[in-house]
């Protein structure tokens, strides 16, 4: 057991003192409660004092090997509890969005092109992942659909990038996608499928959201949008056809960038 010496400070000042009794005070109630074994655990508890301020020192001695370690409050992120606080990803500038109305020409264009055309199947949410690119300085994207429309929504993913090619990722749900990934605790959460609602909380709280998942007009006009790169790492272009049982959409795309 780790023997905890309180800081040593030439202004400590009667407050702090009093304070400190009240601390001791306290456990000596509490230690009266607790089995024989554990009342000297919190006795030493009681006589630790963390960093209050920057410059503040404390001085940690193993009873076994009489080695000493040494805490500084300059340490904010020093976790002696082990508690490893998530980080969320920073805000993300809002995109530049836009709809025009040659829907034919636009699909007539890319029906003729190669890998600009997929059906995003009932069901399924297929992600197409655009690395930044070293030449560039924003992402751009135009799409529409057959008929139907469909939920789109653009996330940042931000990990180094090995390589500039775009891929194509199909799952079953937004709900399948990542299941090699730790999961992470969800608040509000909303149902995978729901796009409605908006995109669910575990892709916020996962990576960087540009615009959340919503049902996008896709089948009446071409919708186009753009975002500037907040640094290097993968954009996340999320069609989702989750919410349909029924209809698999075809999708026409053209994904580029520019500087």
Known sequence: MPQMVAPVREDVTEDQLKAAGAVEAQASVEQELLPADQAPVLSKMAKYHGPQRSGDIVMIQSEHTGAIDILSADLESADLLGDHRKVSPPLMAPP????FAKMKEFKSKLG?????????KRGEVVTIRVPTHPEGKRVCWEFATDDYDIGFGVYFDWTPVTSTDITVQVSDSSEDEDDDEEEEEIEDP??????ERGSRSSLRGRYGEVMPVYRRDSHRDVQAGSHDYPGEGIYLLKFDNSYSL????????HIYYTS
């Open 112 to 120: 003729k092109e190669k890998n600009s055309r997929l059906v995003v």
């Open 190 to 195: 909303v149902p995978a499928g729901d796009v």
């Open 96 to 99: 530049c969005i836009w709809t």
């Open 246 to 253: 029924l209809r698999n959409k075809t999708l026409y795309f």
